[in-house]
């Protein structure tokens, strides 16, 4: 596909991913490199832009990350983003001191001189800060554009070199014009023409798919979540009947949801679907196991075990497909060719798997592995995926297996599904489903005394989890209205058998996580 591209050069800073993220929601493409990517191949990727991330080194520690100045020759714009913008300082012959008092949290800077990446941003505004070093002497033909109380060069540029660097975060929320900023950078700057769009990635990756894929068939695992379904339905798109789509049901999803998925794969799109179900299998392997990683391990190794078994049965060479997306790649250490070689691998995605020796394909195909989950929700809205699977919310691996505690069971399975249904549907229908990132039952290893009638029972707990978040990495429990909890708990205990009691998790991650389990 051809396009435009801007570069994120990796320092180690943790908005690496959100930059990207900003950048094509500004409509231009981007792409995370290694900082120790060599020149030439930055050369060969010929980028409209590069930008510097954060990072949490010293510029002056041996050990932090460098790059030669010889970048600066390249003739591209560059845009160093606080670690980037003390070593943009650094490398050209500035001075970065330690802060007499650090910066953190939203900061008020005051523009010094006139910029075109401030075009259209007050001459006063809030952004984020988090810096404990500073620049404390522009280099030579560099000007300070502005400052904050506390920090004598809040952002610098040499124009005619193409060079602009800030000490804040224009990536993140916080900053109040970090959006406008970040567009100045792309369109005044770097003259990006704003060539990726969701359409235009439709169009060409079919066209690809189909050329690639030609005639031969292509099989991929379904889960269900938001990744795969869009997978398979681009896949649809480009190669019909050739695309076969393998759905293992292992009984752990939420209430109906694999009646929802198969419906919505054979009603509205052209493949062959095959559906697995295996409840017993899994319940038979599960039985008397109590331990939550050895739940996790029986439920992720029996889910393998029955795929590759449905695989055997469908493949017949050609190509095996994956929901694989840009984030995973990443994080799995598999980036792009260019320079992502040396990337370190957080852990191995669950999106990336490599097929058993004994089934032979030509090649894997990763559809998505160039998009952001929210790219990829877009990309579903516009082939028609349903709005309730396109914005689906994560759901653990082994399913209902980690919010169910101690030992699984059938009952316990139909318990804490129509529990989280009442749950799902009250929410919904309080009209505060997008003010929540995350929300579902839990159902403890827990019986309580209650009353019901004129009789004394003794049955289960049901807990409910919400929470709020802008990246998972931490979390504040949703602040749900009280009349809303009150529904909830109404309807679990009067229209769910076994229920007795509703209790409220206010717990923040951390020291707590999402999910109980």
């Known amino acids: 596909m051809s396009r435009q591209c801007v570069l994120v050069l990796d320092f180690g800073g943790q908005y690496n991913q959100l930059i990207a993220r900003r950048v094509r929601d500004a409509g231009v493409y981007c792409e995370i490199v290694s900082y120790q990517t060599p020149l030439d191949?930055?050369?060969?990727?010929?980028?409209?832009?590069?930008?510097?991330?954060?990072?949490?080194?010293?510029?002056?520690?041996?050990?932090?990350?460098?790059?030669?100045e010889d970048i600066f020759t390249l003739g591209v714009p560059v845009l160093g983003i606080c670690y980037g913008c003390q070593l943009i300082a650094y490398l050209c012959g500035g001075k970065v001191d330690s802060c007499e008092k650090s910066e953190y949290g939203k900061i008020n800077i005051d523009r010094t001189g006139d910029s075109l990446l401030f075009d259209g941003v007050p001459d006063s505004s809030v952004v984020w800060m988090s810096h404990t070093d500073y620049i404390s002497r522009v280099p030579d033909g560099f000007t300070a554009t502005s400052r904050s109380a506390d920090c004598p060069c809040a952002s610098m540029e040499y124009p005619e070199k193409g060079i602009y660097a800030v000490q804040f975060h224009p990536e993140v929320t916080h900053s109040q014009y970090g959006e406008?900023?970040?567009?100045?950078?792309?369109?005044?700057?770097?003259?990006?023409?704003?060539?990726?769009?969701?359409?235009?990635?439709?169009?060409?990756?079919?066209?690809?798919?189909?050329?690639?894929?030609?005639?031969?068939?292509?099989?991929?695992?379904?889960?269900?979540?938001?990744?795969?379904?869009?997978?398979?339905?681009?896949?649809?798109?480009?190669?019909?009947?050739?695309?076969?789509?393998?759905?293992?049901?292992?009984?752990?999803?939420?209430?109906?949801?694999?009646?929802?998925?198969?419906?919505?794969?054979?009603?509205?799109?052209?493949?062959?679907?095959?559906?697995?179900?295996?409840?017993?299998?899994?319940?038979?392997?599960?039985?008397?196991?109590?331990?939550?990683?050895?739940?996790?391990?029986?439920?992720?190794?029996?889910?393998?075990?029955?795929?590759?078994?449905?695989?055997?049965?469908?493949?017949?060479?050609?190509?095996?497909?994956?929901?694989?997306?840009?984030?995973?790649?990443?994080?799995?250490?598999?980036?792009?060719?260019?320079?992502?070689?040396?990337?370190?691998?957080?852990?191995?995605?669950?999106?990336?798997?490599?097929?058993?020796?004994?089934?032979?394909?030509?090649?894997?195909?990763?559809?998505?592995?160039?998009?952001?989950?929210?790219?990829?929700?877009?990309?579903?809205?516009?082939?028609?995926?349903?709005?309730?699977?396109?914005?689906?919310?994560?759901?653990?691996?082994?399913?209902?297996?980690?919010?169910?505690?101690?030992?699984?069971?059938?009952?316990?399975?139909?318990?804490?599904?129509?529990?989280?249904?009442?749950?799902?549907?009250?929410?919904?229908?309080?009209?505060?489903?997008?003010?929540?990132r995350q929300f579902f039952a839990v159902l403890p290893d827990v019986r309580t005394v209650g009353v019901m009638g004129d009789h004394r029972t003794y049955e289960h707990l049901i807990a409910i989890r919400a929470i709020t978040t802008d990246d998972f990495m931490t979390a504040d429990w949703a602040r749900i209205p009280y009349d809303i909890l009150a529904r909830v708990s109404n309807r679990l205990t009067n229209e769910v058998e076994h229920v007795n009691r509703v209790v409220y998790d206010i717990t923040s991650k951390p020291p707590a996580t999402v999910e109980w389990e």
Not at 41 to 68: A, L, R
Request: with cysteine.
């Open 180 to 436: 406008k900023i970040l567009q100045n950078f792309l369109y005044n700057v770097c003259r990006c023409d704003g060539d990726w769009k969701m359409d235009d990635f439709i169009e060409s990756s079919v066209e690809a798919l189909r050329s690639k894929i030609g005639n031969k068939k292509v099989v991929l695992g379904l889960s269900g979540g938001v990744d795969s379904s869009v997978a398979a339905a681009l896949l649809s798109r480009a190669v019909g009947k050739q695309l076969t789509c393998v759905f293992v049901d292992q009984g752990l999803m939420r209430k109906d949801e694999g009646d929802f998925v198969e419906e919505t794969f054979t009603k509205l799109f052209d493949m062959n679907f095959v559906r697995v179900n295996c409840q017993q299998q899994f319940l038979d392997k599960l039985k008397g196991v109590t331990d939550p990683e050895e739940k996790r391990n029986i439920i992720g190794e029996e889910f393998f075990k029955v795929f590759w078994d449905k695989i055997r049965e469908e493949a017949d060479g050609g190509f095996f497909a994956q929901g694989t997306i840009y984030p995973d790649r990443i994080e799995s250490g598999k980036g792009k060719e260019s320079g992502k070689g040396s990337t370190a691998t957080i852990k191995t995605h669950h999106n990336q798997v490599e097929p058993p020796e004994d089934i032979k394909f030509d090649a894997i195909i990763e559809p998505l592995g160039d998009l952001f989950k929210d790219e990829v929700r877009r990309v579903g809205e516009k082939l028609g995926i349903p709005h309730d699977l396109v914005w689906r919310q994560p759901f653990p691996g082994p399913g209902l297996g980690v919010r169910i505690i101690g030992e699984i069971t059938a009952e316990k399975i139909k318990i804490l599904q129509e529990a989280d249904a009442v749950l799902r549907d009250e929410i919904r229908k309080s009209g505060i489903e997008d003010q929540l």
């Open 41 to 68: 191949e930055i050369k060969e990727m010929q980028p409209k832009g590069i930008i510097f991330t954060g990072g949490p080194n010293s510029v002056y520690d041996e050990t932090s990350p460098h790059i030669s």
